[in-house]
């Protein structure tokens, strides 16, 4: 089963060199050859996925030692995979999702000049992934991290020239790159520490109970804070999270990549893999859940006052992954519910933002709301598909919001000890965060396709488009209808996961299930209801009107860009210019300035020399009486002593 493990990556890898090194040459095939490579790389997942569902438990978790990378004296640093249920997971979800969004691709960029550079870019964003999360150590996850970050500049900003808005696309991928090398420092800080107290960075060694065992709290706490720090900036987390509004810059296939399969989920599985050492550090643990609880609330509010389909979906994004960086800082009881919910939101939210680049490709690219409604009767495949999706987002039973987000639900009202208020606030806010969900996807919905009258804009001709396009949507709502039902029910999906997160005790909630359920239910309900009446009942103003303080701040991201301005980048830049001026004016000055009195004291004593002889001996003559007078001075001094 392990050999087959390289060609996950290396099916997609090879895609990317051949499209990137063939060129032009490769343009009127490069697109199946991207979809090939990903769909090789799907079909050995599904495999190892199945061998390893007929592999006892216990043999489950298997580390595939490739070749050693370097080697300096003691120190032996070894390149190798891990397959474990954890791995397989997100290997089957990146690259099915992955393979269905390329296959999309294939339509959606049909008339883009540079289409093969388009699939080279997506080859390798799969393939950077499939290495973060087959990584068998922090230094080769690390690798993958990088490289994720790497392609999600490059096709956030892939229409970065001969647009109107070309700058604006460059600047929001400089933006996501930059804000991702701040968390970055954060994984290399950890790895630091890491090294420092075990000497090593394979997960085998580091998360062992002996190495987590002997670590102390405040380097554990110190790891675990630095860790999050990454993962707030790769998985769009407060503070680091304002560059993923800007993202949807990139074509609508890289926006469903970046959010359902690849970039904003590795924080989560960064988390849920160093369980062992959060876990030692209640602290980083608390710090975790706090940051997953106003993230979720953050994109929820930002997404009630968005206009741009894309924008909108991407608030979403945000808080839906608050939802599982929550559940991961719950300890064993919310680990396999984080991943659970990762998995389903993977299904619906790829097929929501494809929808919405096929609602985009029907109305010329158009992603104001405002200009939309009615388009149900036109469109009638991706209405119904996006529908599956709403309705799984929103968490109605028996669809896969239901299954997993509820699970994280009533683990965030699970008591933990010498803290009785945990359970109540965070419980209390993932439920809020749920009824504002409900509100802004029900608006999302019903302003693109319900609605009392269309308000499109003139020559509009919506329609659906070509099968390429639509299939994956069918696959993708089948997904959100029916996963979480599927691996719900018996607990299947938790004990998949159990070899990898450990088995979660049993711990009653402060307030009975049925009785969270019923709340939650309730309240998702009147949020919906709320939304049709307000965007599907009442009509909906082509301008947007003023809205309220909150709406206004919402629209504007809740000033997180001013902030980050105020106190960082302003800052930052007055130190940067501080440092300039004392390189300028005292470094460089200072250096200069030293040449010049060498010069000058140099002319002084040069007038010295006249080149007369008689000069010369009168100098000398001039010294001995110097001379002597000082000898007689002190001859003198001395003797009236």
Not at 320 to 342: D, S, T
Not at 386 to 406: E, Q, R, T
Not at 612 to 621: L, T
Request: glycine content about 12%.
């Amino acid at each position: 089963m392990i050999g087959l493990a390289p060609w996950l990556v290396g099916f997609p890898l090879i895609g990317a060199a051949i499209l990137l090194l063939g060129g032009r040459a490769t343009d009127r095939w490069g697109h199946w050859l991207g979809v090939l490579a990903s769909g090789a790389s799907m079909v050995v997942a599904f495999i190892l996925m199945f061998r390893m569902i007929g592999t006892p438990v216990e043999e489950r978790s298997v580390d595939h030692h490739l070749w050693t990378w370097l080697s300096a004296g003691d120190l032996g640093v070894d390149l190798g995979l891990r397959l474990d249920p954890l791995s397989v997971t997100f290997v089957v979800l990146v690259t099915f999702v992955g393979t269905l969004i390329h296959i999309y691709s294939v339509a959606y960029m049909d008339h883009d000049p540079d289409r093969r550079r388009f699939f080279a870019y997506l080859n390798l964003f799969v393939a950077a992934m499939l290495v973060l999360v087959l990584a068998d150590s922090y230094l080769l996850l690390f690798v993958g991290w990088e490289g994720v970050g790497l392609a999600s500049y490059l096709l956030i900003g892939f229409w970065d020239t001969g647009r109107p808005s070309a700058r604006e696309n460059a600047v929001a991928a400089k933006k996501a790159f930059v804000m991702n090398r701040i968390g970055d420092m954060g994984l290399i800080a950890a790895m630091a520490l890491l090294f420092a107290h075990a000497g090593a960075l394979d997960f085998g060694t580091v998360l062992s109970d002996d190495s987590v065992g002997a670590m102390s709290q405040a380097t554990a706490t110190a790891v675990g804070l630095c860790l999050l720090l990454a993962a707030c900036g790769k998985s769009a987390q407060f503070p680091l999270q304002a560059w993923l509004g800007d993202a949807m810059a990139g074509p609508t296939p890289v926006s469903a990549l970046i959010h359902a399969a690849t970039m904003v989920t590795a924080g989560v599985y960064l988390m849920v893999r160093s369980g062992a050492i959060l876990e030692a550090a209640p602290t980083a643990q608390l710090v975790v859940v706090l940051v997953g609880a106003v993230t979720l609330l953050f994109g929820a509010i930002v997404g009630c006052a968005k206009d741009d389909i894309k924008k909108a979906l991407a608030a979403s994004t945000m808080s839906q992954i608050g939802y599982m960086m929550l559940a991961a800082g719950l300890g064993p009881a919310g680990y396999a519910f984080a991943i659970f919910h990762l998995l389903t939101h993977g299904f619906f939210k790829a097929g929501l933002f494809l929808g919405a680049g096929s609602v985009m490709h029907a109305m010329g690219d158009q992603t104001d709301m405002r200009r939309f409604g009615g388009l149900s009767r036109f469109l009638p495949i991706t209405w119904i598909t996006m529908g599956l999706g709403w309705l799984a987002i929103l968490g109605i039973p028996p669809f896969s919001g239901f299954w997993s987000k509820d699970g994280i639900i009533e683990a965030a009202f699970i008591p933990v000890e010498g803290q009785p208020w945990r359970a109540w606030v965070f419980g209390t806010v993932a439920v809020l965060g749920a009824a504002i969900t409900a509100f802004y996807m029900t608006r999302l919905f019903f302003m693109t396709f319900g609605g009392r009258r269309p308000r499109w804009t003139e020559n509009q001709h919506p329609h659906e488009g070509s099968p390429l396009m639509w299939w994956p949507l069918v696959f993708l709502g089948v997904g959100s209808a029916a996963l979480g039902l599927v691996l719900g029910i018996g607990g299947t999906f938790t004990t998949w996961l159990e070899p990898v997160v450990g088995h979660a005790e049993h711990h009653e909630p402060v307030l009975p299930v049925w009785l969270i359920i019923t709340t939650t239910l309730v309240v998702v309900v009147l949020g919906a209801l709320l939304a049709f009446w307000m965007y599907a009942v009442k009509l909906v103003p082509e301008e947007a009107p003023r809205g309220s303080v909150l709406t206004r701040a919402a629209r504007r991201d809740l000033y997180q860009d001013a902030a980050n301005e105020t106190l960082v980048m302003k800052p930052g830049y007055g130190l940067a210019r501080v440092v300039q001026v004392g390189d300028r004016d005292v470094v460089d000055r200072g250096w200069s300035v030293l040449p010049q009195a060498v010069s000058w004291f140099g002319g002084v004593f040069r007038k010295a020399q006249t080149g007369y002889v008689r000069s010369y001996a009168a100098g000398m003559a001039g010294g001995v009486l110097v001379i002597a007078v000082v000898v007689w001075l002190v001859v003198g001094l001395g003797g009236a002593q």
